[in-house]
């Protein structure tokens, strides 16, 4: 455990025994107003999730270097032979499964 991380957990519908937050994460990042202060946003989920979480952040005044973004729902065999995960010419199993929303700009809008 470290005092200078914050890891914000949350599921969308409640779960007996879950103590943490519920709702959309979207409204989540909304009232928690993390700091873009000496700090990165990791972000896990449906393309739709990740991409309300992403504008909420951007409008706090995170830059785009600090919004990591995991694809990894769009690998299927992970080498890199099926193609499922291409966007564009990066393959989330061999150029990822992890970007930047820096890197994501840079690709076609198809995430």
Sequence with gaps: KRDDIDVVLTIDREEEGWTRKVGFVAAIVKGVAPSPDNAVAIICG?????????????????????????????????????????????????????????ELKKMPNEY
Excluded: H, Y
């Design 46 to 102: 449906p393309p739709i999730m990740i991409r309300t979480a992403v504008d909420e952040l951007v409008k706090v005044g995170w830059k785009d270097e600090q919004i990591l973004n995991s694809l990894e729902m769009r690998m299927k065999c992970g080498i890199g032979k099926c193609g499922r995960c291409n966007i564009g010419s990066k393959f989330v199993c061999i150029d990822g499964p992890v970007f930047s929303l820096a």
